[in-house]
């Protein structure tokens, strides 16, 4: 199986502005949610994935997220491998996206 491409936290503010369609996919846990978050993620905890894989179209082009890039490169692997043809994940996660794209975004 290939490995999920990773996206730099810049191309995702451009395709998020490009206004193509995009299911932003945040699988940290519900309380790393509450202290940092990008809009308009869907929050997908990895742990629950497989059970709420369902909520995902697979029609749509993915990009998963979390703290800094090791879960989300995971649940990429996990939605290619059950046939999501269009996954990548935010390399350094959220964390690269407080630096780089919404400094006052809190880091923890």
């Known amino acids: 199986m290939n490995e999920p491409e990773e996206v730099t936290p810049s191309e995702l503010a ?3 502005e490009s206004g193509e369609p995009l299911q932003l996919v945040d699988v940290r846990e519900t309380w790393e949610v509450e202290l940092a978050a990008i809009p308009g993620a869907m929050v997908l ?3 629950r994935l497989p059970e709420l894989v369902d909520a995902l179209d697979p029609e749509v082009p993915i990009v998963a997220y979390c703290h800094h890039g090791i879960r989300s490169a995971q649940a990429a692997s996990y939605l290619m491998a059950r046939g999501f043809d269009e996954v990548r994940h935010l390399a350094g996660g959220i964390d690269a996206w407080a630096e780089e794209i919404d400094p006052q975004l809190r880091r923890y």
Do not use: I, Q, S
């Open 45 to 47: 905890p990895l742990g």
């Open 14 to 16: 451009a395709l998020m």
